[in-house]
């Protein structure tokens, strides 16, 4: 098909034409004096994305789960114990991560759907008097629930307890795209992914790691090679990998950053604020709900909606594939059937927006629920325009 649809998934994400090009350069010596014209600013362009003065940036050749892996197998030791809540698929699928390594893991089990338990967590770390737990997990964004959580209370609750635990945050879904603030909230490991809000191809896992996150290194005695951050360390310093890196990914990256900042960080969040308003008013104007239960909760990278009971959701992803070509994303673990998700991230547009709401009224009608055709779309219209009013004035 020479025509194609922007996908509706919560990534990857759609692609800038700018980034498919500056992914797609002739193969490079990645020894060559060439490569680290590519590989430093792409680490120093993370850094700013990330907010920090502090980190230290390292890029793997792989997804965002092997970020997960590289914070828990650099830091921590065999039988040590970390605090996770099980809120979404994603901090179950880190909890099992940290299971198989033998870890011991103090699981908060929510309700999918609700944020983090910062008062829990606050409970938990006061009550640790002798210092078991060694690291602290949050996931800002639960792609599966549309959730986003309060990272920064976390770290109020570390703070509170004066416990000395180590802070590793999962920003896959929202670094690029929401408000992160490595410094700010001391985070010490922060894990993303090269396929949402920097509109690349899946294939880079992207973490920063903090001086005290650095200083745990040495001392861990988890099994790593490929993930080993001492030789990643080593290989940067050296203006090279410690094995072959995705130089087409690395370049995209490096232009990823320049694209954002161009925009201007604030700028970027403050369109995901408002393409994520639009969706919401839709899905209000439909007469459903969504699955994070507050306003507080409601992400601006992706919404997970809920569909009527007894009406399997997955219904809706697989008629907008194939009657329409459009992707949305499907319920996973505890949701799956429950709801269908929009993703609303990266390389989008209130238009491109839109497009997707509308093709979501075309599917739930066709599919018979009772939904106005045009009443998400026109709620969504509402939004955009008043927005794009307001900016202009203020122009
Ligand atoms: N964490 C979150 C919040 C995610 O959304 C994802 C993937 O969607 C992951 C982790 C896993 O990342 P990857 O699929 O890149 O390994």
């Keep these: 098909?020479?025509?194609?649809?922007?996908?509706?998934?919560?990534?990857?994400?759609?692609?800038?034409?700018?980034?498919?090009?500056?992914?797609?350069?002739?193969?490079?010596?990645?020894?060559?004096?060439?490569?680290?014209?590519?590989?430093?600013?792409?680490?120093?362009?993370?850094?700013?994305?990330?907010?920090?003065?502090?980190?230290?940036?390292?890029?793997?050749?792989?997804?965002?789960?092997?970020?997960?892996?590289?914070?828990?197998?650099?830091?921590?030791?065999?039988?040590?114990?970390?605090?996770?809540?099980?809120?979404?698929?994603?901090?179950?699928?880190?909890?099992?991560?940290?299971?198989?390594?033998?870890?011991?893991?103090?699981?908060?089990?929510?309700?999918?759907?609700?944020?983090l338990p910062v008062d829990a967590f606050a409970d938990a770390l006061k009550a640790d008097t002798d210092h078991k737990i060694k690291a602290v997990l949050a996931t800002h964004n639960e792609t599966a629930t549309g959730v986003v959580s309060d990272v920064a209370g976390v770290r109020k609750a570390l703070d509170a307890a004066n416990h000395p635990a180590l802070y590793f945050v999962d920003g896959v879904s929202s670094i690029g795209s929401m408000p992160f603030e490595f410094d700010g909230w001391g985070v010490d490991i922060a894990v993303t992914g090269s396929q949402k809000g920097f509109m690349l191809p899946a294939g880079l896992a992207i973490i920063g790691v903090s001086p005290k996150a650095m200083a745990a290194i040495d001392a861990a005695d988890l099994p790593r090679t490929f993930l080993d951050i001492r030789d990643m360390k080593k290989g940067y310093e050296a203006n090279a990998y410690p094995y072959t890196p995705s130089v087409g990914l690395l370049n995209g990256l490096k232009t990823a950053c320049d694209m954002i900042e161009a925009e201007g960080l604030e700028n970027v969040f403050a369109r995901h604020a408002r393409i994520a308003d639009g969706v919401r008013a839709a899905v209000k104007a439909w007469g459903l709900d969504l699955c994070a239960v507050s306003p507080d909760l409601y992400s601006n990278t992706v919404s997970a909606i809920q569909t009527p009971e007894g009406f399997d959701a997955g219904r809706i992803v697989s008629h907008a594939s194939t009657r329409y070509g459009v992707a949305f994303g499907a319920g996973l673990g505890d949701v799956a059937g429950k709801v269908f998700r929009i993703g609303h991230l990266g390389m989008l547009t209130d238009v491109m927006a839109l497009s997707g709401i509308a093709t979501a009224e075309m599917v739930m009608v066709d599919l018979g629920l009772d939904i106005t055709l045009g009443s998400g779309v026109a709620a969504a219209q509402e939004v955009y325009r008043q927005s794009a009013a307001a900016m202009a004035l203020a122009a």
């Design 1 to 115: 098909m020479s025509t194609q649809n922007p996908v509706f998934i919560p990534g990857p994400t759609n692609m800038p034409e700018v980034l498919r090009r500056a992914c797609d350069i002739p193969t490079m010596d990645h020894r060559s004096a060439a490569f680290p014209e590519i590989l430093h600013p792409a680490l120093e362009g993370v850094k700013r994305v990330l907010k920090s003065t502090e980190a230290e940036v390292f890029i793997f050749p792989a997804t965002g789960t092997a970020g997960w892996e590289a914070a828990i197998c650099n830091t921590l030791c065999a039988g040590d114990t970390v605090l996770a809540a099980r809120n979404g698929m994603f901090s179950h699928k880190w909890i099992d991560m940290c299971n198989r390594h033998g870890l011991k893991v103090i699981q908060i089990d929510v309700p999918w759907g609700e944020g």
